[in-house]
């Protein structure tokens, strides 16, 4: 499996289209460049900053707005599963979440996930936005066949820091975890350790794709990773923007399991 994980940098003085647009040029540059990529990933936020919450109320948009749009469409013209990141979702009920978007080849609605964790301490992320309440995945399938590749579990940012939603997701199936962010430069030895981890202990492929430049005065981590269950780093992004492209074979987390088999031994 061929994975591009896109790091971008938000400029929110840039038009809303400007900055869609953009994004779905990095989309189609990560399909061609990545030789045939079969999963594109877009960081936390990307259209609406993280740490930054003054634009969010007029920036927000429906899960079927603009943005929606715009990654539905790339992921059909350019023949890709696409993680879009998250947005800033305006609910029909007037809350607001961090909710990530998932498509398919054909355009398919294949995942959303309401951020569970919200990040600030009764500020920010944490005062604005309502907490999410259930687990994403969906099933990765051939382009060619159709057949079932593996099942995929979503995460979001700070969510890494709780390490029982990720045991949740591998009880649902999950092989791979994808982890869109917008991770402080001041943490990245925790972005760095704590996705070793997750990957580690759930033996599990984890894909976190990171923003870069600076949010709210805040300089962004970049450094996004592709990992494998024993922990090993695969490809990992610098701090800028880049897209950062791996190629794996999904099916190795089976074996991974069989030959040390430390999740059945579980007690609690």
């Not at 969010?56 to 539905?72: C, F, K, N, S, V």
């Not at 936005?129 to 995929?152: C, I, K, N, S, Y």
């Not at 991770?183 to 580690?200: S, V």
């Not at 494998?228 to 987390?253: K, N, Q, R, T, Y």
């Amino acid at each position: 499996m061929k994975v591009a994980l896109i790091q971008l940098e938000t400029i929110l003085d840039r038009t809303p289209r400007h900055t869609r647009l953009r994004a779905a040029a990095q989309v189609m540059t990560a399909a061609e460049d990545g030789l045939g990529s079969q999963l594109v990933v877009l960081p936390e936020l990307w259209a609406h900053g993280a740490f930054d919450p003054k634009p969010w109320p007029e920036l927000a948009e429906p899960i079927d707005g603009e943005i929606a749009t715009t990654m539905r469409a790339a992921a059909v013209t350019n023949g890709v599963v696409l993680h879009a990141g998250s947005i800033v979702e305006r609910a029909a009920g007037g809350e607001y979440y961090n909710t990530s978007l998932v498509y398919g080849y054909d355009g398919e609605d294949l995942a959303t996930y309401r951020k569970i964790h919200r990040f600030g301490f009764d500020q920010g992320e944490a005062a604005f936005m309502a907490p999410g309440t259930d687990l994403a995945t969906f099933e990765l399938r051939d382009f060619m066949t159709e057949r079932p590749v593996t099942t995929v579990g979503l995460a979001t940012c700070y969510d890494l820091r709780f390490p029982e939603l990720f045991r949740k997701l591998v009880d649902a199936g999950a092989k791979i975890v994808i982890i869109p962010a917008a991770w402080p430069a001041r943490r990245r030895g925790h972005w760095r350790t704590l996705l070793q981890a997750r990957a580690i202990e759930n033996q599990v492929f984890v894909l976190a794709c990171a923003a870069v430049g600076t949010q709210g005065d805040l300089e962004m981590s970049g450094h996004s990773m592709v990992i494998d269950p024993w922990g090993e780093i695969l490809a990992e992004g610098g701090e800028d923007e880049e897209i950062v492209f791996a190629d794996f074979d999904p099916a190795s987390v089976d074996d991974t399991r069989e030959r040390f088999p430390v999740l059945r031994d579980r007690r609690l």
